[in-house]
C-alpha cells in the first residue's frame, strides 16, 4: 500500500473495458507520464476550457504574425482593405479557434508525445516536430462538449491569455 494510508480503500482500475480487455502498454503510459500528460476513461487526452463566440479580432490580440494570419488566408480587414496592420480588424474564419496559452503548452506537450510514441514505440519517424507553442498555429484540433461523442475539427489561428477558447457562435454550437 505504497502512498496509501491504511484506511483509505483502493480506488485503482476495477476492470478493463476494451473490446478484447488487454491494457495499453506500460511504456504509452510511461512515455505519457514524462509530458505530464493524462488520460481521459475513453482513452483521450483533454483540456477543458471555457467556450465563448468570437467574430471578429486583432492580430495583436491573438500574438499571431500578420504574416502568418495572410498564410492561412486572412487576407483582408473588415474593410476589404489588405491586411498589413497587428491592429486591423478581421473576421474569424467559421472553424478557426483561438485557444488558451495553458491549452497551447498542453497541446505541445500533446505533440511530444506522439512523436515520442511514434519514435520510442513504434520505431516510426515524428509527425509533429513541434518546439513551440507559436508553431501550433495553422495545426487542426478537435472541439468536444461534455458528455457528447461529437467533435468538431478547428484551427488555430491565435492564443488568449483567459481560460477561454474563442470560437465562431457556429463552431461552438456544432459540439452539441
Keep these: 500500500k505504497i502512498g496509501l494510508r491504511a484506511q483509505e480503500p483502493f480506488k485503482g482500475v476495477k476492470e478493463l473495458i476494451s473490446q478484447d480487455r488487454i491494457s495499453e ?3 504509452k503510459g510511461l512515455i505519457r507520464q514524462n509530458h505530464s500528460l493524462t488520460v481521459f476513461k475513453d482513452g483521450t487526452i483533454r483540456y477543458d476550457a471555457t467556450n465563448c463566440p468570437l467574430t471578429h479580432f486583432k492580430p495583436i490580440w491573438v500574438g499571431t504574425p500578420v504574416e502568418k494570419l495572410v498564410e492561412l488566408g486572412y487576407e483582408y480587414d473588415v474593410d476589404g482593405k489588405p491586411l ?3 491592429d486591423q480588424i478581421v473576421e474569424l474564419k467559421m ?9 497551447a503548452k498542453h497541446l505541445l506537450n ?6 515520442m510514441e511514434l519514435e520510442k514505440f513504434y520505431g516510426r519517424e515524428i509527425y509533429y516536430g513541434v518546439k513551440s507553442t507559436d508553431e501550433l498555429v495553422g495545426h487542426l484540433l478537435i472541439g468536444l462538449a461534455p458528455h457528447t461523442s461529437v467533435g468538431i475539427v478547428g484551427r488555430v489561428v491565435g492564443f488568449t491569455n483567459t481560460h477561454v477558447c474563442f470560437g465562431t457562435p457556429n463552431w461552438h ?3 452539441r
Design 110 to 115: 500533446v505533440c511530444k508525445y506522439v512523436d
Design 25 to 27: 502498454p506500460l511504456e
Design 84 to 86: 498589413t496592420d497587428p
Design 173 to 175: 454550437s456544432a459540439k
Design 95 to 103: 472553424q478557426d479557434v483561438v485557444i488558451p496559452v495553458e491549452c
